[in-house]
């Protein structure tokens, strides 16, 4: 938005070498980078420091002479590679502690689609709105993204969130983030995708709770993404063999399938993640669940990622005990339900 | 047939430069030496055309809208600044034109052990050359150098086929020169040149030739794959067929994070020369420098998925590899450490060589210690592919490795010119060229940790302070680069003629006439000293270390002054 | 150290060896042994055979030391292209996404 | 190491390049040479190798099912070719070391026609391929890749796509392993030249030595290649 002049730079006026900290990982994420910039800055000046010393002390008096020659020391050697390294391990330790978090999304997490296309962001909520180039979201509430590509490679980048991840085409990808102040931040793809890369940017806009309530119900929900999955669900004739409701049949149960615990015929488990879904459908034979034959048809190429994401969103909304998908209103029952935002999000009743 | 002790060489007037004239006998040479020159014209080209590129990608970037030119023309110019200085420039630089000019010479050998294979690695360089130049002419490519895919391989429009091509025969020329360096130095060297009498020039040379033929054939199977995938339609980095994206960059940065090595790791030799002999010690830590250049080679292989910690890697990969990246940094801790000890009780004369070493020291820990930013891996989800990525590598490519290369280029210019250049002019550029390179390129740090991605044609206003601070520093570094390269052209025919051993120095390659003749030594020298003993001057002179005067007259040590 | 002249006696033991191999591998191939164990056997007898080759036709059993290096760091690096790049895909999927 | 031989009798050999101390140095620097190269060529199979790896553990039926429609005799016949010429060019070195000229000119034109043999055979098999229309490239104005799979009994979930993709790498590989054999022929007529002109001996022979080295070096890939891309899906039937 170039006339709001984004807070970034007018917040941060007192250290103008970081931005704005507006997630819960921002604070984290700053103080590993004061670290890092102290144990550079220390190192930088010993250095030059040094150099700079035995220039000047040592500098060449007459032009013949010859110092005396000095081998080395096992004990300066071993000093400077050990303490070094002791200091490389404390920056890697505490870099991947973080790492872990960013990417690990939380259980109680409100989740967003999102689909890059060359050049612009597809946003969808799970109560049916969607937006272009804008993410609305409200404070203090653990957003996860749920990310895939329709043609190259692109970033989802927020800068005043500290967090980044690759939207790749053919497979899903997730960060996750929990906005700690109202405003207006930039979001950048990241990942050099073509002519109008450097145009492919928007904005995330964190609401206080009850303004974000009020955007959700001025905004038009169309239909969720789980009603649209069910449609297709049926159109696609998955029922024919995983029943009308998911219940089961030739194919196994898709209902309480999200995030439970699969036996493959190979005799390995994997959780049932999103990831796991959408291989089921796009590539069937790779991992074929237990006490089936592989009978199941291959949907590589007949659905598109916004509807695979939409399947998916249906079959997550299987769960026990709820018909989801049916109405526009209800959202899907396997996440947290963003509205009202006043009201704390219910808790899934998954198995994850 | 070995002489029992060392001659002095007999006077020669001579020289490879001399001995044959012609553009034949330059074309056809299989002398090393008339081959590293003919290396040196071409990637001075090189470089002046990726810089004028560079200065393409700041003019445009003084402003935040993108008014200068489309965003398609800075895409491709910033591309091929990255193809340009990266594989025509950078990967050849120090080993192709000084490494082998001095290979031979510090060993004691007549020639490389393939001269013809030498010039033959010459003439495909050009090649792979002349075909990407032919894709820049003929309307560019505007991938980026790192070529992911599918962008590369299904949306792009640009000649990426023809770049591919060239980038694939141009990766056969770094493989023959390592392969060359690495059997010339297992096979010719003199006799009594043991292992650990060589310089550390030759040390890091020997590990650079292990990553040039361990590394590059990955990235030549991979540009090729590219290009019939680009070609056919289809191909395993395409999702469209079940294939997988990040494979590419598997396979991309498993060349091309030990191809940072090929880049500095000569840099290393050459500084690790300058130190020892401008401060004529003994390099402090002998054997660790020699061997630290060997474990950067190895390690520097286990480390590329630092490239790829927000790509959809697996967490636990990022973790592995976040672990190695660190892991490499400590050979290059090493190496620093022991160069500032040898300094100490040294006696250091303030030369341009010295100067340009000095500089890199400095500027190449900066440089190295920002990779540890990069490589912590909560820090570089925030930092990745912004400016900070930017100014990480300028510092270690700019700062780091191309000072070395201007150092070793004057420390070597009366040997490979006969010619002494302008010291006063020496000194001075390099100061404006210190200069220039902060102030190009400390900004981009903040501007990257502020969140301003890179490859940006257009940017939000807020960023534009920094932009126009890189800008005006880049072109204080260009004059900077101009000088040298003017007076280098003009010492070539009006600079004081040049002794055999200008600087008083006990190695090899000083103990024959300046320039050297075509067969490097009257006699096949016989090594009794270790590297970097300083004999007492006197002695040297007895032994007519100084060269030939008939030369020059003014033999007086021009170092110390 | 001038070269080692091997007996033709050696070179057609192992011809007939490789031909043995390629025949057992065929045959191998059509049987289904459970699990991964066909690849592994199809890789076992390749590997063996490729050993023949290189230590006999290509003479490195009588090679200097240097070139048992050269053979030994070309398969080690190749272990780790493929080591670490599994590192990747191997764990991808032990978080749900 | 290089300089503590001084051969004495062989410093004027014709043959010895005015920059080597005497032909040991010359023929160690050139078996050390080619030995590095193969290493090069190790690493260049290597990316290729590792993405077969990977697709085939991703797809596993869909490359069951597309390797068996490959030709196994005609596969076979190869291998066994390569080996004998394998043998053959073994033979060539060692008839150059003990100076057995006939000998060795004998194996080496075997050789030769061995390896054009094997591309013949190879040739044979992208014909069938390319009738088959198995020639990937489903986005190319004429479609080269368009099999009818009804006559495949393919198992079920298995997208023509993934057939495609193994039939990708197939001809990469194979394509890269053939123009090897072709470079690999071309030098081995050089030498064959140079023997008729006697320019090997019991003291000068490395060039037979090390063209042997890059033969052996190139049937081993296809040791590995024949198993990998025509063996692999035999046991879940198919032809
Ligand atoms: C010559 C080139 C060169 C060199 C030598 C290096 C050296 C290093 N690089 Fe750099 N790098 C590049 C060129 C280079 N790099 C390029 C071109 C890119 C961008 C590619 C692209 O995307 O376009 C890049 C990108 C890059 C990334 C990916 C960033 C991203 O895209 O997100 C990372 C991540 O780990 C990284 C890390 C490192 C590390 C750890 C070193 C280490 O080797 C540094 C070791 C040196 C030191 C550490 C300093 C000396 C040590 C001391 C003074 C003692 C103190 C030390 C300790 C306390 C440990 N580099
Ligand atoms: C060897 C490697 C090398 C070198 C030497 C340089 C040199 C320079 N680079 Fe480099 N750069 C890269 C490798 C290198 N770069 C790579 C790999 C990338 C990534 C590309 C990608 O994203 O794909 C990159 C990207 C890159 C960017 C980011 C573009 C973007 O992401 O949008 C920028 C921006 O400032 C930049 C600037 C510069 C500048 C100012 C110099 C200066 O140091 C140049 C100075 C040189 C000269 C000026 C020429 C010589 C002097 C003369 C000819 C005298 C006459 C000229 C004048 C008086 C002006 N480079
Ligand atoms: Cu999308 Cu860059
Ligand atoms: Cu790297």
Redo the contacts with the bound molecule.
Sequence with gaps: MPEVKPKAMLQSQWIPFIPESASTFSDKVDALYFYLTGVTVFFTLLISGALIYFVLKYKRRSPFEIPRPIAGSIKLETLWSVIPFLIAISIFAWGADIYFEQYRPPQNAVEVYVVGKQWMWKIQHTTGQREINELHVPVGRKIKLIMTSEDVIHNFFVPAFRMKADVLPGRYTTQWFEATKPGRYHLFCAE?CGMNHSGMIGSVVVLEPTDFDSWLSGTAGEQTPAAAGRQHYESLGCASCHGAEGEGGRGPALVGLFGREVLLASGQRVTADEGYIRESILNPTAKVSAGFQPIMPTFFGQVNEEQLMQIVAFIKSLQIGTTAGTTTETPAAATPSPAPATQTPVQETGTR | MHPESFQPPTPTRVNYLNAEYGLKSWLLTKDHKRIGMLYLGSISFF??L???Y??L??LE?LTPQGDLMTSTT?NKV??Q???I??FF??IPSIPATLGNFLVPLMIGAKDLAFPRINLLSWYIFMAGGLITIYALLAGGVDT???FYTPFSTTFSNSYVVATGLGIFINGFSSILTGLNFIVTIHTMRAPGMTWFRLPLFIWSHYATSLIMILGTPVIAITVLLLAFERVSGIGIFDPAVGGDPVLFQHLFWFYSHPAVYI?ILPGMGVVSELIANFSRKNIFGYTFVAFSSLAIAVFGFLVWGHHMFVSGQSLYAGMIFSFLSFAVAIPSAIKVFNWTATLYKGSISYDTPMLYALGFIGLFTIGGMTGLFLATLAVDVHVHDT?FV?AH??YI??GG??LAYLGGLHYWWPKISGRMYPEGWGRFSALVIFVG?HL??FP?FIAGYLGMP????AYPPEFQVFNVL?SA???I???G??IP?IYLVWSMRYGKFAVGNPWHLPGLEWRTSSPPPTENFVETPVVTWEAYEFAPLEEMEVVGVLGDRSQDESATPISGD | MSEHIVPVRVYVVIFFALMVGTVITVVAAYQDFPGALNVVIAMAIAVAKATLVVLYFMHVRYSAPLVWVIVASGLFWLAILFALTFSDYMSRHWLPI | MAETHTAEHDTHHAALAHHFENLEQQREAGTLAMWIFLVTEIMFFGGLFLAYTLYRSTYPAAFAAASNHLDLTLGAVNTVILICSSFTMAMAVYCTQVGKRRGMIISLVLTIILGLGFLGIKAVEYHEKYVDKLIPGHLLPWNPFGPDLEKWDLPAGVSERQIELFYWIYFALTGLHALHMIIGAGVLLVILYLGIKGRFSPEYHNPVEVTGLYWHFVDIVWIFLFPLLYLLGRHVGGH
Excluded: D, K
């Design positions: 050099y | 470089f002046l990726g810089g004028i560079a200065m990608i700041r970037l800075y910033f591309t600044h990255g193809i200085m990266i420039f950078l980026g150098w790192t880049m400016y930017v590598f300028h490519m700019v490795a191309l390179f190009t390129f981009q890179r490859r940006y044609h890189s520093g880049a072109s570094l260009g004059v680069l101009l390269v």
